[in-house]
């Protein structure tokens, strides 16, 4: 018989480190050993393996997935005050890393999977627009190939935030090399995550690769010679030390946490009274969230809270409701983003998750139904 309650975790970074223990230990004291902390051996090997997994020429690693979007935007020397497109519903460091850059960020609405809408992108573009920022948000990829004919047709740039899509693929090609530079973010909880802040620019250009790295070093191309003014954003090496065993393990995650979303599809489908992901076939998930929509959001959290599963909302505002963000209400107040932030439902999403603690969710998300509760 299955029990009425189990401990279902949300992310499970603990079980995580002791399967990867005999792996990570010995990396990490060998970076004591060495005391070599910064921009040691271990950052430029992840530089290099993460660049050939990627597919791309150059990776720059920096300090967090937000320094990562802003260094991109920066080595573009956009005009100050031109717009920047974003999605309405992403974390706040995609429109940070526009501010950040003197420029203005514009919030487009998204599309049923949660991604920009090219055409409320489309609508927004004027002659002050520079550039859209495509997330790929929860691990799905947006739709680059619309977007891409948007970007090229206006003359404008078109970035990736791949923070929450390690190991995604859109029309067979990895993400973080579909458009003119990506930023990812390293963050513990994401599906390849460090164990603290790390971020890396992907690019295929050169000379933009150049000046980001000398960007997130004090403007510097070598030591005490700063050719303009940059930040201080370098990866620890005991982060890259972490990032480069994970790296071996990152496809077998990203399967697994295809087969978890599967699996909810599966169990979940026949209930009406909530909206699940698609799995899209001309895409490969990284599933860094599982989330599905439901009027009964917060009623349904708290009985699943009451059997032990933890689960999230991601994000309980969209960016334009959010104070910082206010003024961008007047033209956004009927976008699906706003209206549907108080339906969003994350649900255990991980490598962590097995066969029944998949059916224990979906059982006690049929049993809340069922109870019309």
């Known amino acids: 018989m299955r029990k009425n309650t189990m401990e279902i975790k949300f ?21 004591f050993a060495e005391a070599d902390f910064i921009k040691g051996a271990e950052v430029k090997k992840f530089e290099s393996d993460f660049a050939a997994y990627c597919g791309a020429s150059h990776c720059i690693s920096c300090g967090n997935g937000t320094d990562a979007l802003s260094a991109l935007i920066k080595v573009h020397d956009f005009p100050f005050e031109s717009e920047v497109i974003l999605p309405a519903n992403t974390f706040v460091a995609t429109a940070e890393a526009v501010i950040s850059n003197g420029l203005k960020p514009v919030f487009a609405d998204i599309s049923e999977d949660f991604t920009i809408s090219p055409e409320s992108v489309e609508s927004l573009i004027n002659q002050n627009t520079c550039a859209i920022i495509a997330v790929h948000l929860y691990g799905h990829p ?42 990812f973010s390293f963050y513990p909880g994401k599906v390849l995550g460090a164990a603290g802040d790390a971020g890396a620019i992907i690019l295929n250009d050169e000379k ?52 978890v979303a599967k699996m909810y599809v599966d169990q979940l489908s026949a209930v009406s009274e909530i909206v699940l992901p698609k799995i899209h076939p001309e895409t490969l998930d990284a599933w860094h969230l599982f989330v599905i929509k439901t009027e009964k959001r917060d009623n349904l959290r708290e009985y699943l809270k009451n059997s032990g599963i933890e689960t999230g909302i991601h994000y309980p505002l969209s960016l334009p409701e959010q104070p910082v963000f206010a003024e961008h209400l007047n033209y956004s107040r009927n976008y699906r983003a706003v209206k549907e932030s108080k339906t969003l439902l994350s649900l255990p999403i991980g490598e962590h998750l097995g066969v029944e603690e998949v059916t224990f969710v979906a059982e006690k998300i049929k049993e809340f139904f069922a109870k019309n509760i």
């Open 11 to 31: 992310l499970d970074l603990k079980k995580q480190y002791s399967l990867l223990k005999s792996e990570i230990d010995p990396a990490v004291q060998a970076v």
């Open 208 to 259: 933009l690769a150049e000046k980001a790295r000398k960007f997130c070093n004090h403007g510097r191309s070598q030591k005490y010679f700063h050719e303009f003014a940059g930040i201080n954003s370098r990866m620890d090496t005991l982060q890259a030390a972490v990032l480069n065993i994970k790296l071996k393990h990152l496809d077998e995650w990203v399967a697994a946490r295809n087969a």
């Open 142 to 183: 947006a739709d680059m190939e619309s977007l891409k004919k948007i970007a090229e047709k206006h003359n404008l740039k078109l970035f990736e935030d791949a923070a929450q899509a390690h190991g995604a693929t859109y029309r067979g090609k990895k993400v973080g090399t579909l458009a003119d530079g990506a930023g």
